[in-house]
């Protein structure tokens, strides 16, 4: 029997892929973890096979948490589930010890086919990250040598990083939630192309994104 959890704070995301998973004789569904807390709180009872991971959660980005259990279940396979085809997080989040990566628009088939590769330890990419990867290492996209454009809210959200403030603080700045915050941060990552929020105040000083 594989056992599967899964962390996303969307609750009709989990209980779709359960639904999703529920006549498979093979596979249970053991877990469903609403954020990083109750994932960390909960898994060590569960110990699931596989964890499908959401990038974006409300209390810590899924890239940062990915590494955390990795390190403490070193045979937990991670695979990203995520509406990001960002080539920067499927690079970060592998890097961090995820197996694979899957955009919540993924069929069943592909779900099942994930499974079986990553518990033979191969490494399973969506067709399409696939694809964008690839074109990225023959270099095929263009490199854009302008500022990035970024939205008078992301403006906002990179000058308050600058000024070192916590993501609850900069939340009841701007009266967004933190999750909101988060996302933010994590579109400033992708397209800064920093790796966490001192490199994306490096960046906002050299390129002078802020004047």
């Known amino acids: 029997m594989i056992k599967v959890a899964i962390t996303d704070d969307h609750l009709l995301v989990m209980q779709g892929i359960e639904t999703m998973l529920q006549h498979e004789a093979s596979i249970a569904v053991v ?11 909960e898994l060590s009872s569960e110990r ?34 995520s509406s990001h085809d960002d080539t920067n997080f499927v690079k970060r989040i592998l890097k961090n010890g995820a197996s694979g990566y899957l955009l919540k628009n993924t069929s069943k088939e592909e779900l099942l086919e994930a499974f079986e590769t990553v518990l033979t330890d191969g490494q399973y990419l969506q067709a399409t990250i696939q694809k964008k990867l690839l074109n990225q290492s023959l270099g095929n996209q263009k490199r854009n040598t302008l500022k990035p454009k970024l939205t008078r809210r992301e403006k906002e959200v990179l000058a308050a990083i600058c000024e070192e403030l916590t993501t609850q603080e900069i939340a009841e700045q701007l009266f967004v939630s933190p999750k909101t915050v988060e996302t933010h941060r994590m579109n400033l990552i992708s397209k800064l192309g920093a790796r966490n929020s001192v490199g994306l105040a490096k960046i906002a000083i050299e390129q002078e994104l802020l004047k």
């Open 48 to 81: 699931p096979d596989i964890l499908l991971l959401d990038i974006n959660l409300p209390d810590t980005n899924g890239i940062d948490l990915c590494k955390q259990l990795v390190g403490l279940y070193p045979d937990l396979k991670i695979i990203a589930l």
């Open 31 to 41: 877990g469903k973890y609403p954020s990083a807390q109750v994932t960390l709180e």
